[in-house]
């Protein structure tokens, strides 16, 4: 199935994300799937477009590249596919986003319902070749996507950036920061987690700034989060 960013996305960037880019960028990426296994599958690679339209766009949640190991992608940043054990970084992710809402522990690791409610789960990276986190950052994913964060500063009235460590907190200078709001921490990495993202409130916070706008709800389940991703 060949890769295509959805039509309504097409026209919203522009110029600014022309077609021979995309395509330059999309060959290599067919070279890399023919030469060994490459995550998210085929077809998943612009999901985060496909279930958010740029006119619902609320939160752009930045992600840096995809989960490396079997079944995880499924082309939403931090988000796994139903089923799948927690990545440590999600888990913490999820247990602000209870503590923060408050809301129960949901059930399952796809954030596809914060898609569909108005959140872009952006990768600055759209791919990633199996077990080697990064490894897709050479296909020139970065000035696509970057390209695509300058045009959503530029063009949306009013978001909500979230950026989660180092490498997100980079693309600040890409957003107007007269028009938006960004929501800055450590990544919720166990590595970071316990130095300022526990407590930080980036749902509140963002579901705040708009007054008439919630953060999208996912199912609830403790005992099978309790379970998973230790």
């Given at each position: ?52 339209a ?10 840096q ?21 927690f990545?440590?970084?999600l ?7 209870s ?5 129960p ?22 791919s ?19 390209r ?32 938006h ?46 379970c998973?991703?230790?």
């Amino acid at each position: 199935m060949p890769e295509q960013l959805p039509e309504n996305w097409r026209r919203f960037f522009g110029d600014a994300v022309d077609q021979n880019l995309l395509d330059g960028v999309l060959a290599k990426l067919e070279a890399e799937r023919a030469a060994g296994t490459v995550f998210p599958p085929p077809g998943r690679v612009f999901h985060a477009f496909e279930l958010t339209a740029p006119e619902e766009v609320r939160v752009v949640l930045l992600g840096q590249d995809p989960y490396h190991d079997f079944g995880q992608a499924e082309g939403l940043a931090f988000s796994v596919a139903p089923g799948v054990k927690f990545p440590p970084s999600l888990r913490n992710g999820l247990r602000e986003y209870s503590d923060d809402l408050p809301r129960p522990l949901p059930e399952s690791g796809s954030l596809e319902n914060w898609g569909r409610g108005g959140v872009l789960l952006l990768n600055a990276v759209l791919s990633v070749r199996a077990h080697t986190p990064g490894s897709h950052r050479h296909l020139g994913w970065e000035t696509v996507t970057d390209r695509m964060i300058s045009v959503l500063s530029g063009k949306s009235p009013r978001l909500v950036f979230i950026l989660w460590g180092n490498y997100a907190i980079t693309k600040k200078p890409l957003i107007d920061t007269t028009r938006h709001l960004i929501i800055e921490s450590v990544h919720p990495s166990p590595l970071s987690a316990h130095r300022g993202f526990f407590g930080s409130r980036p749902f509140s916070r963002a579901a705040a700034y708009f007054g008439d706008w919630q953060w999208p709800e996912l199912a609830e389940n403790d005992n099978l989060f309790s379970c998973t991703g230790k």
